[in-house]
């Protein structure tokens, strides 16, 4: 399925929900690309999930942040990858490091930089504990298995209509 068509597809998705995340956060191993930065060198082509790109378009054109929280130990090498596939621009915020902790720290600093609040984002990782510990911040975070796709995309979405619906019924109930 080409960018244009899996674009089309994800608008279709987009369409069905009445509550939309203000910002995406996407990891970036194994999660829009199928490889460890670490293991590859900044001299080859890159190469996203089928999915990854037109589901990034179909966010972009309904005004959808975008956003950045990887773990590397080899961030040159993930900019340098984002530059050769033409998607640096599309992110308002790229925090991209190593750290110790779970993926915490780079919503902290995607929270200070956007002021979004973490109940307005939704995040796609490969990882149980990323997935764990940033869904206690307030985010919607969603498991992908063999990258983002589709159906990861309105499973996302089904859980942050669900979610920030009812957070809204609690704010109702005060």
Same mark, same amino acid.
């Given at each position: 399925?080409?960018?244009? /068509?899996? @674009? *089309?597809?994800?608008?279709?998705?987009?369409?069905?929900?009445? &509550?939309?995340?203000?910002?995406?956060?996407?990891?970036?191993?194994? $999660?829009?690309?199928?490889?460890?930065?670490?293991?590859?060198?900044?001299?080859?082509? #890159? =190469?996203?999930?089928?999915? &990854?790109?037109?589901?990034?378009?179909?966010? @972009? *054109? /309904?005004?959808?942040?975008? &956003?950045?929280? =990887?773990?590397? %130990? &080899? %961030?040159?090498?993930?900019?340098?990858?984002?530059?050769?596939? *033409?998607? /640096? +621009?599309?992110?308002?915020?790229?925090?991209?490091?190593? +750290?110790?902790?779970h993926k915490t720290e780079h919503?902290?600093?995607?929270?200070?930089? $956007?002021?979004? #609040?973490?109940? +307005?984002?939704?995040?796609?990782?490969?990882?149980?504990?990323?997935? *764990?510990?940033?869904?206690?911040?307030?985010?919607?975070?969603?498991?992908? !298995?063999? !990258?983002?796709?589709? !159906?990861?995309?309105?499973? !996302?979405?089904?859980?942050?209509?669900? =979610? =920030?619906? +009812?957070?809204?019924?609690k704010r109702k109930r005060k």
């Amino acid at each position: 399925m080409g960018d244009e /068509k899996v @674009k *089309e597809e994800a608008l279709q998705i987009l369409g069905l929900f009445q &509550a939309l995340p203000r910002l995406v956060v996407f990891d970036l191993d194994y $999660t829009l690309w199928p490889f460890y930065c670490e293991c590859r060198s900044k001299r080859e082509m #890159p =190469s996203l999930y089928p999915h &990854a790109r037109g589901i990034l378009y179909a966010l @972009k *054109e /309904k005004n959808i942040d975008l &956003a950045i929280a =990887s773990r590397s %130990p &080899a %961030p040159d090498i993930a900019k340098t990858f984002l530059d050769k596939l *033409e998607l /640096k +621009s599309m992110f308002v915020a790229q925090e991209i490091f190593s +750290s110790w902790t779970h993926k915490t720290e780079h919503f902290q600093r995607i929270h200070r930089r $956007t002021g979004l #609040p973490y109940e +307005s984002m939704l995040f796609f990782d490969d990882e149980d504990r990323n997935i *764990e510990a940033v869904s206690k911040m307030g985010v919607t975070s969603i498991l992908v !298995g063999d !990258g983002v796709t589709l !159906g990861a995309l309105r499973q !996302g979405l089904t859980n942050f209509t669900g =979610s =920030s619906s +009812s957070s809204s019924e609690k704010r109702k109930r005060k």
